[in-house]
């Protein structure tokens, strides 16, 4: 897809489809009010005999209008004037997009954020024009073996904008179409099936991402190094399955010689809950158990795309998790790459065992900030469902650059606490640690378990058990938390 901005007068401007907006009730916006003028008042005509509320995200195809120089014009509701703000805007235009996307129009220009959107500046108005379009048109990776729908005619999106937003707009643009990148790669892997998207297959697609670009590099590990560097309790979660695990290291070298941010990722390609089988359930859903590892390898897709002046390490931890003779047992106890045993009293909480060597392993490129990103707990969609991604960390000015990322990325995380009380609930009598702190605040006491692994690091923890996918109709990956990621690092980027 091509974005592109332009400047002058709606009625002017040559495409295959002009989209303009109106606001509830019959109020012409700006660009609206133009075609009107320019078509003898045919607009407001229509609009009059009242086949059109102008709700948020209604839409009508009409021909061309007298004056009007495109071939069809697309009419978009925005909702209350007072009420259009940047998730009005993004409702709007998708709802464009996915009109325009019936037809046979390769190019559109669309004046949706002209002359502005409340509370959107320039920059966002071009970032969320293009992540929302390529949201919007994505499909999923899937294997009916019927008839494929062909694919929309669309090619070209031109944002009509005032001439001192444009340089902005323009840029946001690009960062848009970059970030929409890596979301559409953790769409992807998050919603491939687990017989298909196997630790090997990240593997793969990790390094056909470093054989595009020169600033990336990747290696992957085996079961056999992974022993040898003695990753116990990585290992003791992929022992029953016979798929074999892999840990996946991606750099991306953009800053020289700076410390790099660290991305560690759970990507547990399928969560049965191992001996501690999970009831079953919507259990297929765990398919979506490596969208933490989906995200960083998205994370990387962009960055490379946008050629971000940082420097980034990614860790993903891959494996199944799966019951059989050879599986972890409740009550084992494993020894942790950090030296620290941990009696794994549910072979379930296993996201916490994978990347509590993945969080040490991490020390080695002696990152400035390590963030791990994680499909962890069931507790934390209780307590955020799917609106708010769990934030914890016990760096609180990283706990508000993060969050911020989000608010403005619109990818939120919610911070949630952590301290001596709830790790409390993690003693064992066995071990160094139990895996688990019973039922009471699970989400923080598996992030408080994460604790005992960064001592001394800048970490931050992101439970995104509740963002990374929807259920029922529109069961997919949703690419989150990419976005607050790209906006974590543009913003490292830009400092
Ligand atoms: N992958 C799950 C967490 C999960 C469950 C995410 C449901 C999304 C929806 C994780 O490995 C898990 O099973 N966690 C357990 C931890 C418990 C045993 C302490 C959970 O949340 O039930
Ligand atoms: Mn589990
Ligand atoms: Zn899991």
Redesign the pocket.
Known sequence: MEFNTATGSAAQAHSDCTIVGIHEPRELTAAAAEIDKHSGGRLLAWLKRGDFTAKSGETRLLDALPGDSSTRILVVGLGPRKKYDAKAYRRAFAAAIRALSQTGARNCMSWLAHPSVTGLDSYYTGRFTAETTLHTLYRVPDLKTGKKQPLPSLKRISLGVEKKDRKEVDRGLADGAGIAEGVRTARDLGNLPANVCTPRYLAQVARGLAGKHKALTVQVHDEKAIAKFKMGSFLSVTRGSQEPPRLIVLQYKGAGKAAPIALVGKG?TF????I?I?PSAAMDE?KF?MCGAASVIGAFAAVAALKLPVNLVGIVLACE?MPSGTATKPGDIVTSLSGQTIEVL??????RLVLADGLTYARRFNPDTVIDIATLTGACVIALGNQYAGLMSDNAKLTAELKSAGERAADGAWPMPMGEEYTEQLKSNFADMANIGGREAGAITAACFLGKFTAGLRWAHLDIAGVAWLSGDKKGATGRPVPLLLDFLLNRANA
């Open positions: 547990i969560d049965t809950g191992g501690s999970k765990m158990d998790n549910n072979t379930d909480a296993e996201g």
